[in-house]
């Protein structure tokens, strides 16, 4: 028997159809850049309620899925829109059409799925989860998170609150630094864990850009460097969005979320006190 998943995350809504007896091979991967999070923040007189392009989206999905055929796909959205006025509509729009509830998982439950689909991650490490709502960090010893910290630095909202112009303003990057500087001066460690692991889809999209080409494999870890990042920072801070999403390896889904991206792990950086830093893609998460 075929499954499908339909998943909708903060930039990506996706469509997975797997065998039943291998769920970790899809057969079929479809994905559409909808901004879910952008859309919350930044509502339009045209589209008020932002849900056009998914309810669109979704309809699309369940035709392709029907071809299969599949049982009732299972409709999961990220812990990222746990609080997005969206899903209201979108729960109305499912009732509508008879299917099946929301999936809600939280934070932690999200993680633990990740955390065991990869297969190179050490026993003790720091977590750093940078996704576009949240940001976090979660100490893991002997593969069991033991504690969570969160800092109000979700991608998306920064870009909301700090960022209105493109190219931005310099006091627009300056008011950013010095409140990811002032967040991160809350936290004090005593000990920091050897091995310290970023996870972030914009990290990844930002990996590749410094690069200037796509991996392959989402399952493995990048890596880039503090000085590499430094030199990528004026180009972004200096240059239309337009501009930059034409360079080599860069996204163009992710064209929004660079400029914040690289500011962040650049505090991040200088607050670890690391040269460098591994990143992996939170989209490698299989239902």
Same mark, same amino acid.
């Given at each position: 028997?075929?499954?499908?998943? =339909? #998943? &909708?995350?903060?930039?990506? $809504?996706?469509? =997975? ?29 045209? !589209?008020? @309620?932002?849900?056009?392009?998914? /309810? ?9 899925? /029907?071809? #299969? ?13 746990? @609080?997005?006025? %969206? ?19 939280? &934070?932690?439950?999200?993680?633990? =799925? ?12 720091? $977590? ?24 109000? +630095? ?12 493109? *190219? ?6 300056? $008011?950013?630094?010095? &409140?990811?500087?002032? /967040? ?8 920091? *864990? ?21 991996? %392959? ?5 990048? +890596? ?6 430094? @030199? ?6 200096? @240059? #239309?969005?337009?501009?930059? $999403? ?19 792990? !650049? ?21």
């Amino acid at each position: 028997m075929k499954e499908a998943v =339909i #998943y &909708f995350g903060p930039v990506y $809504a996706r469509l =997975i159809i797997t065998e039943s007896e291998a769920p970790a091979t899809p057969l079929l991967h479809r994905k559409v850049a909808l901004h879910l999070l952008l859309k919350e923040l930044q509502r339009t007189p045209d !589209e008020p @309620n932002g849900s056009a392009a998914l /309810e669109k989206t979704l309809s699309e999905f369940l035709a392709i899925a /029907e071809k #299969y055929p599949t049982e009732p796909p299972r409709i999961i959205v990220s812990s990222d829109l746990a @609080n997005a006025e %969206i899903l209201v509509l979108l729960r109305l729009f499912l009732k509508r059409l008879n299917l099946p509830p929301i999936e809600l998982p939280d &934070f932690s439950a999200e993680f633990e =799925i990740l955390h065991h689909q990869l297969k190179d991650l050490p026993a003790d490490f720091l $977590a750093v989860w940078i996704s576009e709502a949240h940001l976090r960090f979660i100490n893991v010893k002997q593969d069991q998170p033991e504690f969570t910290f969160n800092l109000p +630095c979700g991608i998306v909202p920064l870009i909301d609150t700090f960022l209105k112009n493109d *190219p931005p303003d310099p006091a627009e990057i300056i $008011a950013l630094r010095d &409140f990811l500087s002032t /967040e991160f001066d809350r936290m004090q460690w005593h000990h920091l *864990p050897e091995q310290i692991l970023t996870f972030s889809d914009s990290g990844a999209a930002l990996v590749n850009l410094i690069s200037g080409s796509v991996r %392959i494999d989402d399952t493995q870890s990048a +890596c880039f460097t503090k000085s590499q990042l430094q @030199n990528l920072l004026p180009s972004l801070t200096h @240059n #239309y969005k337009s501009q930059i $999403a034409r360079l080599p390896g860069a996204d163009p889904d992710f064209r929004d979320y660079f400029l914040t991206t690289a500011l962040l792990y !650049e505090h991040l950086l200088d607050y670890l006190g690391r040269e460098s830093l591994k990143v992996y893609s939170q989209s490698t998460l299989i239902w």
